[in-house]
């Protein structure tokens, strides 16, 4: 079991920066990749980004060039730095991770299920008003 715990969530102005950040009970190094989700009030789950295991990463259209994945492997943290943030990145963001299977790190950026993934935090809010 892994509890995954995000923090770093807020209300920023458009054009704002923020960190999330999210701390794994245990040790992720072995999964085959972690990943961040949102999802905003009344639309489905949708793929933030994806770091491999290789490290190599995976970004959602809508964020390239804005967001960086990274982590931390001796803390077990993983981050998502969020910058130059539109109003319609407000949603609340999700790590996960224990991906069940290889390819659901190697097929695009999934739907951030229960299906894909065995573990996910409760979840940190990120607001951005115009």
């Known amino acids: 079991q892994v509890q995954l715990v995000e923090s770093g969530g807020g209300s920023v102005q458009a054009g704002g920066s923020l960190r999330l950040s999210c701390a794994a009970s245990?040790?992720?190094?072995?999964?085959?990749?972690l990943a961040w989700f949102r999802q905003a009030p009344g639309k489905e789950r949708e793929g933030v980004a994806i770091i491999r295991k290789d490290d190599s990463t995976v970004y959602a259209d809508s964020v390239k060039g804005r967001f960086t994945i990274s982590r931390d492997k001796l803390k077990s943290t993983l981050y998502l730095q969020m910058d130059s943030l539109k109003p319609e990145d407000t949603a609340m963001y999700y790590c996960?991770?224990?991906?069940?299977?290889?390819?659901?790190?190697?097929?695009?950026?999934?739907?951030?299920?229960?299906?894909?993934?065995?573990?996910w935090g409760q979840g940190t809010q990120v607001t951005v008003s115009s």
């Open positions: 245990r040790s992720t190094d072995s999964d085959y990749c």
């Open positions: 996960m991770s224990g991906p069940f299977y290889r390819y659901v790190c190697y097929s695009g950026l999934g739907h951030g299920s229960s299906d894909e993934y065995k573990y």
